[in-house]
Each structure stands twice: as C-alpha cells, then as structure tokens.
C-alpha cells in the first residue's frame, strides 16, 4: 500500500493558493488541503494522512477522518516533523511504501533515512494539479457519455427530446 504523509502546515505555507488563504482563514486553508488530499486519495489509492503541530490548535492530540483522509493534530508539546518521524517508522513495512510531503530539508532527509520517500511541496502541489486535471477530463467524459443513446437521432431530433426533457415546449 502507498501511504502519503503529508506536513499540513508546512504544504499550506508552501503552496501560493493556500498561504493567501491561511492569512484570511486558517481553519478554511486547513479544510481545503484536506479536501485536496482527498481528492488525490479518490483518484490515486494512497492512503492519505495530514499532520498539523498543536501550536495552532491548542489542547491534547487529536485525530478524526474527513473525507476519509486521516488528519492528526499532533500533542501540545510535539511537532508534526517528530510525529511524522515516528510515523514513517511504524507504516515503513515491506508491504507500504511511505512518502512524506514537506519542503523541510532536515525532516526530508530524516524520512529518507527511516526508509521514506520524500516529495517537496512543489512537486506534491504538481502532481496534485494534474490530478485534478485527469478528473476534470473524466467528469467532461462521463458528462458527454449520458447525452448519447443507444439509438442513432439526428440533431433535429435530438434537439427535441432535449427540450421535453427540460420541460420546454
């Protein structure tokens, strides 16, 4: 299994749509890398996991699901890059491959060193353009698919049962 862990204040900070955002709203900037991450898991298969230091969140650690991605606020005393460390630890198995998404040297090449593959936010930030490109296209597809029959209409025709279907006369 492919795992992504993801550095969610260090991705945020990183990536030009969501730094503007954080200056606004935090929480909304949050909220949209995870529903961007989810995205990514829909269409990739990666187990998606997004970590955030508790400096900003105050209180003990915290996980929960949103959009099946698992998003952890590390403890009040711990930094995401220590969690994320021992995290590349645990999940590194013959069986999973772990990549840990920071543009953090120091915490790329501690991963590195545990077994995990690092990706920079910039390259994270392109794959995840591309994906979201690939599903575009998709839902173009699938959009143009339903409007075709299994019956062969010419336009006039066609262009008639469009409009009773929208209820026009």
Do not use: C
């Amino acid at each position: 299994m492919n795992i992504l862990i993801v550095d969610g204040y260090n991705i945020i900070g990183a990536w030009p749509d969501l730094r503007k955002l954080k200056q606004e709203n935090l929480a909304a900037a949050r909220d949209l890398l995870i529903e961007r991450m989810a995205d990514y898991q829909g269409y990739t298969g990666y187990k998606v996991i997004v970590v955030f230091d508790a400096h900003y969140v105050k209180g003990t650690e915290k996980k929960y699901r949103n959009y099946k991605v698992e998003v952890i606020f590390t403890r009040e005393n711990e930094s995401a890059d220590e969690r994320i460390e021992k995290m590349a630890i645990e999940l590194t198995t013959i069986k999973n491959q772990v990549y840990v998404a920071t543009s953090d040297y120091t915490e790329q090449w501690q991963v590195f060193g545990q077994g995990a593959l690092r990706v920079s936010a910039r390259e994270l930030l392109t794959e995840i353009e591309i994906v979201e490109q690939k599903i575009k296209r998709n839902i173009n597809k699938i959009k143009e698919e339903k409007f075709h029959t299994k019956i062969s209409l010419n336009d006039e025709v066609a262009e008639i049962f469009e409009k009773w279907r929208r209820g026009d006369r």
